[in-house]
């Protein structure tokens, strides 16, 4: 139960880490980002670019969770946790992107942390 709640938690943890070290990147990185980034008025590239670091960041977390945990189920129930937390942020930047940009990061996410679980080498799996 421990390892669990302690995956979770570090899961979360480990996404907002990431995402905010890459989006640094982004802004180092990426003429015009920085510049862009507090109106969100963002190129192409630069949607692009932000829904990669998601998508790395959603790996990591669940890279962590299923090295913490063991379990095959726990990284599902980060990633769906995830998806009720950031909803709620793309309902209300919902004019600022376009559909496709709120679709391809709220409907990877969950899989995304799922798949970075199944990356973790002989990590054992406990199902439960």
């Known amino acids: 139960m421990w390892r669990a709640i302690a995956g979770g938690i570090g899961g979360l943890v480990a996404w907002v880490v990431v995402v905010t070290v890459l989006n640094f990147g982004l802004r180092w990185w990426l003429p015009g980002y920085a510049q862009a980034e507090p109106a969100m008025l963002f190129t192409l590239g630069m949607k692009i670019a932000r ?5 790395l960041s959603s790996l990591a977390a669940g890279a962590l969770v299923r090295t913490i945990t063991r379990s095959s189920v726990a990284p599902w129930i980060v990633g769906l946790v995830m ?25 990877t996410l969950a899989p995304l942390v799922a798949l970075g679980a199944r990356l973790v080498p002989g990590a054992k799996v406990n199902p439960g």
């Open 83 to 107: 998806l009720a937390l950031f909803v709620p942020d793309h309902i209300h930047i919902w004019n600022k992107f376009p559909v496709w940009y709120h679709l391809t990061f709220l409907v």
């Open 51 to 55: 829904l990669s670091i998601g998508a």
